[in-house]
């Protein structure tokens, strides 16, 4: 059977660490980092005898996160215990939901080429984390680190609903993109604060039935969660045309080989024995309780896209993506409301801070300046002070220091030059350097005029009005006709 | 319902037991008769009474989220029996 008759289903179990102040059953700070155990308690240390209580923010946050994503809520809700063995779980079980989870039959939407699709989302659960384990090359052993242990989670399980590594990753990053918006989570992939386990199997086209799936765990960047999907996809399919079986197993991805290993663990891993937590008592939530939370919800992305689309006239593209991620958006906002030019602000975002982002290898939340430096620097180019090539130079400037705009301009001598007879010296200039172009023109090659503004851009270093030397330069052209 | 000699070989496996053949035998018994003693619930009519979904009857016990910073990490490592660097050591563990 040939590769295109296979397709892939794909379905995701992300985690994502809730920005509460403390843990999900103590009182210890969750803050990222801090000397080894000194964010721990006898609590989150399992020590005998200490019992649990829920932290009510954890509630909220996941309430949110369900009403934020289309979820139902369970009013009549319960935490369970999963039991396992591993150093990095001092209980040796974990504090989980089974069967209530706080949230259940949501989905988000996500921009595909064939148009919007839903993934559905089967539930969300709060959780506990586990500690990390740091090893060392001496080989003396392994090292416990439980500060975040007890961090609290949430986990959204979707449906295999996805069907291609680019589904996955535009999932991916809706959900990022709606947890950064509700502001529940600081979503950073790079500290383990969003990550997710991927499910993957493929199928004949057509077929009703899922083939065996391999679930590879804890994969915490975009980039990875791609290419380990397409990887298994095509090794899966080798195996099957080769006439082996799928063998159900979770794998390690190692993005070093770019190749997924069976992880050599116990085989009853999934059976996790679960039962009702006998250290906490039921979550009962009101409609009162869910309904105020769902009226303070913060304003989605999907209802400002539509607000740019209709107020402020911006394109489709444009639209989606200012919208894409909380801090696109909140910039475009702020400098809308300083400098009156949605297009060029949503274009600015677009093309030139979405480029300097993606060469620094950043991502939007890493931005230090605001929609009042870019708001300005908008208006600067409106007024004709600066052209729009030199207002990406002033772009790179406020990558490296955030400044007013105004600011670097006259500290770089960036200023535009709109006087008329200093443009006309530079035109005689290069007039006089180029007859070849001159004659070029007047033969009829219009492409002449493009190389003659361009040699006048790089002597005045592209601070010439590009309108005005046009002008001038059309007008200096015909008088030898 | 019988319960297998070799689902409670699995069951001691998931809760790290090494029992020996006569313990094997043994708890092969016991949990038999645990079973069937609460497999006797399973014959209670239910069908008129709500969904239980605890055994303890209050609900919605919830903490303020403000940090209490406990300050003694070094008694919280003392029974380890064996640390370093503020970290509990233990046999290396391959991922
Ligand atoms: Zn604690």
Redesign the interface.
Known sequence: MAREDYEVVIGLEVHCELSTKTKIFCSCSTEFGGEPNTHCCPICMAMPGTLPVLNEKVVEYAVKAGLATNCSIEKNSKNDRKNYFYPDNPKSYQISQYDKPLCYDGYVTIETEEGEKKIRIERIHIEEDAGKLNHDEYGRGSFVDLNRAGVPLIEVVSKPDLRSAKEAESYMRKLKSIFEYIEISDCKMEQGSLRADVNVSVRKKGSKEFGTRTEMKNMNSFRNIVRAIEYETERQIDEIENGNEIMQESLRWDEISGRTFPMRDKEDADDYRYFPEPDLVSIKLSDEYINKIKNELPELPESRRKRYIDDYNLTEKAANFVTSSKYYSNLFEEAVEICKNPKTVGNLIMSDIARILNEREEEPDSLKFTGKELGELVTLIDKGTISSSIAKKVLEELFNEVKMPSKIIEEKGWVQISDENAIKEVVEKVLDANPQSVSDYKAGKDKALGFLVGQAMKETKGKANPQMLNKLFLEELKKGE | MAISKEEVI?IA??A?LNLSEDEIEKYTKDMQEILEFANRINNVDTSEMT?T????E?????????????EN?EV??SNAP?Q????????????
């Open positions: 699995h496996k998931l790290d969904e979904i605890a055994a303890n209050k609900s919605n016990v919830f903490r303020k989220d403000e940090v209490v910073k406990f990490r919280l490592l064996s370093d660097e503020g970290m509990f050591r233990i046999p290396k563990v391959l991922n």
